[in-house]
């Protein structure tokens, strides 16, 4: 397996709460930085968040207070939890792994999934 999987999209009320997945390779898992991007219909791809292999993480400020990415070591799965969803959080979701973790920056690489969409309703 190259390119992570993700998984947990749907669509919610705004107000509502949805969990996502990537699921990396285990050896990706446990030498890689992962992050979770997203793009909007007729807007750029965004970083939405990043954790290193130290648990640091990164947010866009969007979402910061709402959002949150964690490691899950049993099961070599990388979650992000979205609380307190908005229209304006509605995209497809994307992972990406094996990018570079530099301080407060996050530096995509060429191993995305497939994406997985997130519709909030108003």
């Known amino acids: 397996q190259v390119q992570p999987v993700e998984s947990g999209g749907g669509l919610v009320q705004a107000g509502g709460s949805l969990r996502l997945s990537c699921a990396p390779s285990?050896?990706?898992?446990?030498?890689?930085?992962v992050a979770w991007y997203r793009q909007a219909p007729g807007k750029q791809r965004e970083l939405v968040a990043a954790?290193?292999?130290?648990?640091?993480?990164i947010y866009a400020d969007s979402v910061k207070g709402r959002f949150t990415i964690s490691r899950d070591s049993a099961e070599a799965t990388v979650v992000l939890q979205m609380d307190s969803l908005k229209p304006e959080d509605t995209a497809v979701y994307y992972c990406?792994?094996?990018?570079?973790?530099?301080?407060?920056?996050?530096?995509?690489?060429?191993?995305w999934g497939q994406g997985t969409q997130v519709t909030v309703s108003s």
């Open positions: 990406n792994t094996r990018g570079a973790f530099v301080r407060n920056s996050y530096y995509p690489a060429q191993y």
């Open positions: 285990a050896s990706v898992f446990s030498t890689s930085a």
């Open positions: 954790i290193n292999l130290d648990s640091k993480t």
